[in-house]
Structure formats: structure tokens, C-alpha cells
């Protein structure tokens, strides 16, 4: 290569997004993809890219881990739920966990992953520990996807300042050709597949070099069976948890009969109010008056193409409003959130005013009008 051609590089090679935010991305973009439900980020560091898959929904387990804690621990909070979480539980359940230890050493917490990330980690391993490091991730954790990210050594001369490798810590840094032989050898081993990609594009010119980030995606070939999942294989645990966070979820009864509650009262309340306006209409008609009925017409547009019994219409009885729970069920997010209707008056049992036979919810209108 030219050398006058290569220094004018190393002035200009800027990475728009910055190249660890690429590298980050290039794993969300996978997980949209795959969907894994479980994921582990191995050499999590200060937990960025954890905190970003946490906005997956498909995942319902995070786990990190890192031979460091205290790097860990800077940003760790960030993980936690935050308030919003427990005001609007969401459908699915997640819990993030981080572990201390090393990629060199089996652990059973480490059991059961889809999708295992390993983000400019290989480099910072010793060399006892990257021979280990194989039997761990692909023969122990053997999830169907793993994501292995490392320098590219044949870009090193486009990047100013560098002089032998990227980063103080790295004990060595590989062309294309020594990551490809290694993570080919690897899959043979292992029985996995692998395809090479990366992130941080080459100047035009010089696209010999590959990417800055190269990247290798390995899928394992062979189906999960109930063995390779053995959570109950006995084993010592050897890493420490050091942070555990459950959100709140819909899935969890707790946060569902609030959100249910919340929900009836709420669409209760918007059927009463429409109908006390049309009621209102009737005030110079006492007989009419004294026992009316709200057409669920009017609901066509919460209802959808729902057809409504007559049996399902709300009415007022004297002082009291009756919303039958048959009608409040059939709103589509009560519907969605319950399931059946036995579920809906489980959950809402003890907690909500019913009518004497358990048919619809009440309210006493008699106060409400005293006031207006
Ligand atoms: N994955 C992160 C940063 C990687 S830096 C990102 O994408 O930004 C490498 C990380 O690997 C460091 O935090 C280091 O503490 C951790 N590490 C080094 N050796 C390790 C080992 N044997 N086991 C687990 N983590 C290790």
C-alpha cells in the first residue's frame, strides 16, 4: 500500500455513528431479526449494550457478565426499573441480571441462552483463557446464536495513533484471515455455522482492508434438546450475581389485577358518562327517565364489528347506574388483558362495586347529582 495514500487516511477515518454504537446496533438489528428470548453479554463492561437490548420486547431474560466488577457496577442502576414500568407493567416479563466472573470458568446461571454476545471481548483474553473460552460458549452455553466481535489488525493502519493495538489491555489483535481460521475451526468444532460480516466501512480506495470491526455470526446446527438446556445438571456456581432486577409484568397476577381494575373503573366510567348524557335528554319524561337504556350503538368504535346482546346494554335504575361486566368485557382492551370472563370477575372480585347478583358493575348516581 502507498504509504503517502495510507497517512492521509489516518487524519481523516471518523466513524458516523461512532463504531461501538454500530457494533451495538449490528447486535440489536440481529435480535429484531431472531427474536431470542434470552440473551447473554459476555464482557458486558458498563452495561451500554445490555441497556439497550432491554428495550427488545422480545427478550424476556438479560443476563451479563465480566470479570470486572466495578465496571459493571458504574452503570448498573441503569438497568433498573424505572417508575413508568411500574405504572404501565408491560405485557411480557423481564429480568436483567449481572454475574461477575470470567468467560474461562462454566457456570450453570449461564445455561439456556438463544442468543450469547461476546462485543470486543476475545482480544482482552489470555491466552489460557481464550483457549477455554470455545468449550465455555459453544460446548457448555451452546445457545443457537453467538455474535463474536473483534479488531480487524488491517485496519489498524488507517486509524491515527495507533501504533501496535487499539486499546493497553488487548493481547493481540487478528487479520481476517487468523479470525476467520480461528472462528472456522471453532464452528467445525462445535458444530456451528458461521458467516463473517462487520461494522465501520473501509475508505473507498481501500476496501482490501475489510472492516474495522470484524464480526463473525455463528448459528449452532444442531436442534436444542431437553439435555443441553440442564439447568438442573449438577454444578457448582463460581460467578456472583451482583445485580437482579424483575420488572413488573402484566404476566405477574399482581400487576394484572391493577391494571384490570384500573381498566373496568375506566371504561365503566366512559359508558356511564355517555350514558347520563343521553339520559339527560329524557328529563322532561319521568317514566322514561326512571329506567333507560344505553344503546351499545354508540360504542361501535371502541367495539369494532362486535355485535352487542341486548342483555349487554348498560341502564339506570333509580339512583343507580348498572354496566353489566359482559359489556366492559367486551372492550377490547379489558377483553385483551383478561383473556375469559371468568378471569375478568376473579380479578375484579372484592375490589370493584358490583350489583347484588355479580352482573354489572354500580355506581349510585344520586351524590353525582346532588353536586351538579
Ligand atoms: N462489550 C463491551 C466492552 C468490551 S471491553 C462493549 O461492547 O462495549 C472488554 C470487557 O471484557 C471488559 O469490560 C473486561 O473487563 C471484560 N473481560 C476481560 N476478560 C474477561 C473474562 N475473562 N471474562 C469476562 N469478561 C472479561
Not at 296 to 311: A, P, Q
Request: aromatic letters at 12%; proline letters at 6%; hydrophobic letters at 35%.
Amino acid at each position: 500500500m502507498d504509504k503517502n495514500f495510507k497517512e492521509e487516511f489516518r487524519q481523516i477515518i471518523k466513524f458516523e455513528p461512532p463504531l461501538y454504537k454500530q457494533r451495538h446496533q449490528f447486535v440489536k438489528d440481529l435480535v429484531e431479526k431472531y427474536k431470542p428470548k434470552k440473551v447473554a453479554d459476555l464482557g458486558c463492561a458498563d452495561c451500554s449494550l445490555l441497556w439497550m437490548l432491554k428495550f427488545c420486547s422480545c427478550i424476556e431474560v438479560l443476563a451479563g457478565l465480566d470479570i470486572c466488577a466495578n465496571v459493571m457496577k458504574e452503570k448498573m442502576h441503569t438497568l433498573s426499573p424505572l417508575p413508568v414500568d411500574y405504572l404501565q407493567p408491560s405485557e411480557r416479563s423481564l429480568t436483567v441480571t449481572l454475574h461477575h466472573g470470567s468467560v474461562a470458568h462454566k457456570d450453570p446461571c449461564m445455561l439456556g441462552f438463544d442468543l450469547v454476545t461476546c462485543i470486543e471481548l476475545i482480544e482482552h483474553l489470555e491466552e489460557s483463557e481464550l483457549k477455554k473460552f470455545p468449550e465455555v460458549v459453544f460446548g457448555f452455553m451452546a445457545p443457537s446464536i453467538v455474535v463474536i466481535s473483534t479488531p480487524n489488525s488491517e485496519f489498524n493502519c488507517l486509524l491515527p495513533g495507533v501504533m501496535l493495538y487499539r486499546h493497553p489491555d488487548h493481547k493481540f489483535e487478528w487479520s481476517q484471515a487468523e479470525f476467520q481460521s480461528w472462528a472456522l475451526e471453532t464452528a467445525r468444532c462445535y458444530d456451528y455455522s458461521v458467516e463473517f460480516t462487520g461494522v465501520g466501512h473501509p475508505p473507498t480506495g481501500m476496501e482490501k482492508v475489510g472492516f474495522c470491526t470484524q464480526i463473525g455470526v455463528f448459528f449452532r446446527k444442531y436442534p436444542q434438546s431437553a439435555e443441553s438446556v440442564q439447568s438442573e445438571k449438577p454444578m457448582e456456581a463460581v460467578y456472583k450475581t451482583v445485580f437482579k432486577a424483575v420488572y413488573p409484568s402484566l404476566k405477574d397476577e399482581k400487576y394484572l389485577q391493577n391494571a384490570v381494575i384500573s381498566e373496568v373503573i375506566f371504561t365503566a366510567q366512559i359508558i356511564k358518562h355517555r350514558l347520563m348524557s343521553k339520559h339527560e335528554e329524557y328529563s322532561d319524561d319521568p317514566e322514561k327517565k326512571s329506567k333507560f337504556h344505553l344503546s351499545m350503538d354508540c360504542f361501535s368504535d371502541y367495539l369494532g364489528k362486535l355485535v352487542v346482546e341486548k342483555t349487554m346494554e348498560p341502564f339506570v335504575s333509580g339512583n343507580e347506574v348498572y354496566i353489566p361486566l359482559t359489556t366492559i368485557f367486551s372492550f377490547p382492551k379489558v377483553n385483551r388483558l383478561c383473556g375469559t370472563f371468568e378471569k375478568l370477575c376473579k380479578l375484579i372480585a372484592g375490589k370493584v362495586t358490583l350489583s347484588s347478583d355479580g352482573s354489572a358493575v354500580m355506581f349510585n348516581i344520586e351524590h353525582e347529582n346532588e353536586d351538579n
